[in-house]
Nanobody, 117 residues
Framework: VQLQASGGGLVQAGGSLRLSCVAS????????MSWYRQAPGKQRELVAS???????NYADFVEDRFFISRENAKGTVYLEMNSLKPEDTAVYYC????????????WGQGTQVTVSS
């Protein structure tokens, strides 16, 4: 199984970015797909998750600024980020749970998001 994240970059405060993550290698597809982030010197934290059926969950700090979506047929999860703040600067990682065993969580390589003030 492989997860390939893309879409990060440098943006000014108040700007937007759209992250994408393509998961491949499972003929069964994937369970819950999520985005996490890790800022320098901080622990990795959950940003948003979406179940296979579409139920979404967001961290409190998202404050309705981000939107997570997925295309099951493509094994792809997206994170639309708006009204970005400097404190959103981090490496963003995507993850996907195995359909057969939800204790198995696959990870992508991360994509850097930098928000300048």
């Amino acid at each position: 199984v492989q997860l390939q994240a893309s879409g990060g970059g440098l943006v000014q405060a108040g700007g937007s970015l759209r992250l994408s993550c393509v998961a491949s290698g499972s003929i069964f597809g994937f369970g819950t797909m999520s985005w996490y982030r890790q800022a320098p010197g901080k622990q990795r934290e959950l940003v948003a998750s979406i179940r296979r059926g579409g139920t979404r969950n967001y961290a409190d700090f998202v404050e309705d600024r981000f939107f997570i979506s997925r295309e099951n047929a493509k094994g792809t999860v997206y994170l639309e980020m708006n009204s970005l703040k400097p404190e959103d600067t981090a490496v963003y990682y995507c993850s996907a749970l195995s359909v057969l065993n939800d204790r198995i969580n696959y990870w992508g390589q991360g994509t850097q998001v930098t928000v300048s003030s």
